[in-house]
């Protein structure tokens, strides 16, 4: 699997402005490129983990998860751990001070999986023309 530069920048620019709080959303893809972040409301409530509300949405069309470690250890948590196993098979866990390195990606068993960060070309939307 592979993620847009672009979407990376996104999704840690998002964890930054959640900070304190955690973000989380869903990812989607454009064949083996992560392109989309489907970003689920309410994320920015103090009193719920991120993480719950990602268990409560129905099982849109996503290749995976991701979420923020206000903490900043990537590690998953036991909860994290079973979101992984049923909500997609890659899933990213950013930690503060959410930079381009502090980042890891896992697979649907929370073993660490490496997500290669390429330079994608959004297309336009022809159909407009
Ligand atoms: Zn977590």
Redesign the pocket.
């Known amino acids: 699997m592979k993620i847009a530069r672009d979407t990376l920048n996104f999704i840690l620019e998002v964890c930054k402005s959640s900070y304190p709080n ?1 973000f989380a959303g869903m990812l989607s893809a454009d064949g083996d490129v992560i392109t989309d972040v489907v970003v689920v409301p309410g994320t920015e409530s103090t009193d719920e ?3 719950m509300q990602l268990f409560m949405l129905p099982n849109i069309h996503t290749v995976g998860t991701v ?3 206000p903490t900043g250890d990537t590690r ?2 036991g ?2 751990l079973e ?1 992984f196993d049923t909500k997609g098979k890659i899933h990213i ?1 950013v930690g503060a001070p959410y930079t381009i390195s502090s980042w890891t990606s896992y697979d649907n068993e929370g073993k660490p999986v490496k997500l290669q960060v390429v330079d994608y070309e959004f297309k336009e939307d022809k159909e407009n023309w």
Request: net charge negative.
């Open positions: 955690e983990s991120a993480v979420h923020s470690h998953p948590s909860d994290d979101l866990i």
